[in-house]
């Protein structure tokens, strides 16, 4: 069965208030070879801001759900996700990425069929610290939407919509 529009999701919620409707604000872009895909939301971020290690969370069992990440915004000087780790989350079952941070290996992105949305592309890749805390499934915001780990992430190309749980149209 084809996904739903985001646009035919946000007019079937538009006014119906157990959806829970939220619609991110422009400026995610799509760098996937997988533009429409959706799926349960599960969040990682840095404790004490240092660039994340994505290889541990997309090395576990996907199960077509998409990974939102905190991933320093604009203001990060570098990239979190690659061709590789791009890679690992298609094979492990990972139906999308949408990070508030960067990509890089942009031209390999384009081949790979998984979803993910970022701000844009950069470079550089982090130095990692010894020790790096992440938090697991905590609320994030960016892009104008509260991201709670269990709700139902849409993405095509119209944008990117957020919801209570999954629906058909």
Known sequence: MNQASTSDLHDACMN???CQLQVARPGLKSF???P????EIT???ASNGAPLRLRDQLS???QQRVLVVEGGGHAAEWAL??????????DNGWSGVVLNGYVRDVATLRNIP???HALGSISSRPRWPAHIQAMHDIALAFQGVRFLP???LYADEDGIVVVARRITV
């Open 60 to 62: 576990e069992p996907g």
């Open 81 to 90: 996700l690659g061709d590789k780790l791009s890679q690992l989350a298609l």
């Open 150 to 152: 269990g709700q139902w």
């Open 32 to 34: 996937g070879a997988k």
């Open 43 to 45: 969040t990682v971020a």
């Open 16 to 18: 119906n208030p157990e």
């Open 36 to 39: 429409v895909y959706n799926g």
């Open 114 to 116: 998984l979803g993910i």
